[in-house]
């Protein structure tokens, strides 16, 4: 846990965000929460190596510590994972079983989701994960309160890397429309950077 205080004490102090406590995942991982009303930058560290190498979500994040990325994933909420799944499975996408999560917070609430992993064996990928949350209205991470000193109100868009654009684009297409602002280069897979904006402008973190 002295990894994610460290952590979070790096973003106040370089961005002026605000990091809140989140709690322990069944699967060997632990997150500090940036919340930003609508969505939110999740702080997460790998607490139980050994159980690391038995879970996709918690390989990807000990992947990238070890390879010093930045960034090992991100997500994308749906309403409905199950049609999500079944459109996907429709057009040919090869996709491993919905996986459910849950943890609880500090002040005792649990919370609970399922997630559709889109990539196998946790390699970096532009591509996120899907998830569905099974909380009520007002308990999502996002939704927590915190007041950060540089402004910061939402994530505004995403930079994504693949080797080719192009067809990464064609799938992302096929997750969603416009709802999700991002740009695609050329480049290694996984997430170049996020721009978070501010009432003092935009804040790229890379």
């Given at each position: 846990?002295?990894?994610?205080?460290?952590?979070?004490?790096?973003?106040?102090?370089?961005?002026?965000?605000?990091?809140?406590?989140?709690?322990?995942?069944?699967?060997?991982?632990?997150?500090m929460i940036i919340p930003f009303g609508a969505?939110?930058?999740?702080?997460?560290?790998?607490?139980?190596p050994e159980e690391a190498l038995t879970r996709p979500t918690a390989l990807r994040v000990a992947k990238a510590v070890e390879e010093?990325?930045?960034?090992?994933?991100?997500?994308?909420?749906?309403d409905n994972l199950d049609l999500e799944r079944?459109?996907?499975?429709?057009r040919g996408w090869d996709l491993p079983?919905?996986?459910?999560?849950?943890?609880?917070?500090?002040d005792g609430?649990?919370?609970?989701?399922?997630?559709?992993?889109?990539?196998?064996?946790?390699?970096?990928?532009?591509?996120?994960?899907?998830?569905d949350w099974r909380v009520p209205y007002g308990?999502?991470?996002?939704?927590?309160?915190?007041?950060?000193?540089?402004?910061?109100r939402r994530i505004k868009s995403l930079t994504l890397s693949d080797p080719d654009p192009e067809a990464t684009r064609r799938r992302l297409q096929?997750?969603?429309?416009?709802?999700?602002?991002?740009?695609l280069v050329r480049g290694d897979p996984g997430i170049k950077e996020v721009v978070v904006g501010t009432d003092r402008g935009d804040m790229v973190l890379r």
């Open positions: 846990m002295a990894d994610l205080e460290q952590g979070a004490q790096r973003m106040l102090d370089e961005h002026g965000l605000v990091a809140l406590p989140g709690g322990r995942h069944p699967f060997a991982t632990a997150n969505d939110y930058l999740e702080l997460i560290a790998v607490v139980a010093g990325r930045q960034f090992p994933a991100w997500a994308a909420r749906t079944s459109y996907l499975l429709g079983d919905v996986t459910p999560g849950a943890r609880t917070r500090p609430v649990g919370l609970e989701w399922r997630m559709q992993e889109l990539v196998p064996d946790a390699r970096p990928s532009p591509l996120p994960f899907l998830i308990r999502h991470p996002a939704a927590a309160v915190a007041e950060h000193p540089s402004r910061a096929e997750l969603f429309d416009r709802d999700v602002e991002y740009s």
